[in-house]
T-cell receptor
């Protein structure tokens, strides 16, 4: 069974640009969560989608948005990039019939903002 | 609010030594789940264990063991006879059971474990 796939693996952008990251969950998983990982703040929850609906959201500005498609694939968008957005963005999937299910993570997209 | 504290930033051991990673948590929830994840250099977080707040039975899985003590809000992880391949960052995490915690784990800052040959 294929794991969680994130593309691209690396991305370099400049301030003010926008970026879209992609995540394909494990087959059969309907929940996709996104996390930001930085050396200073650690792992922080961005949002979670289930059946194309956002069910949970972390404390990030509106520049961070996401969506989920009918095949459970998800995209995350960051608009008007700032230097502080440089981070490893991790996607996780789960069956998620309830809160507390274990999450399966991808290898992440390393975003560098110059 | 939930909080997870991993006081050990970095641990360095020599192969075959036993090593314990500490995790202390805070939560107002009466039911919750605790997790340990491992992050090797490749970046993905690898699930190791999940424990719910009702189950204080300690667990051993191969060289890994976990000690959950609700009275002290701790969920420590021990690797017996460490190996070089155990070198990674280890994260302890917490989430509310059920409710609206979908997808949201509160992570500790992680402990960097380096096992030297």
């Amino acid at each position: 069974k294929a794991g969680v796939t994130q593309t691209p693996r690396y991305l370099i952008k400049t301030r003010g640009q926008q970026v879209t990251l992609s995540c394909s969950p494990i087959s059969g998983h309907r929940s996709v969560s996104w996390y930001q990982q930085t050396p200073g703040q650690g792992l922080q929850f961005l949002f979670e989608y289930f059946s194309e609906t956002q069910r949970n959201k972390g404390n990030f500005p509106g520049r961070f948005s996401g969506r989920q498609f009918s095949n459970s694939r998800s995209e995350m968008n960051v608009s008007t990039l700032e230097l502080g957005d440089s981070a490893l963005y991790l996607c996780a999937s789960s069956l998620a019939s309830f809160g507390g299910e274990k999450l399966f993570f991808g290898s992440g997209t390393q975003l560098s903002v110059l | 609010a939930q909080k997870v504290t991993q006081a050990q930033t970095e641990i360095s051991v020599v192969e075959k030594e036993d090593v314990t990673l500490d995790c202390v948590y805070e939560t107002r929830d009466t039911t919750y789940y605790l997790f340990w994840y491992k992050q090797p250099p490749s970046g993905e977080l690898v699930f190791l264990i999940r424990r719910n707040s009702f189950d204080e039975q300690n667990e051993i899985s191969g060289r890994y063991s976990w000690n959950f003590q609700k009275s002290t809000s701790s969920f420590n992880f021990t690797i017996t006879a460490s190996q070089v391949v155990d070198s990674a960052v280890y994260f302890c995490a917490l989430t509310q059971a059920g409710g609206t915690s979908y997808g949201k784990l509160t992570f500790g800052q992680g402990t960097i474990l380096t096992v030297h040959p």
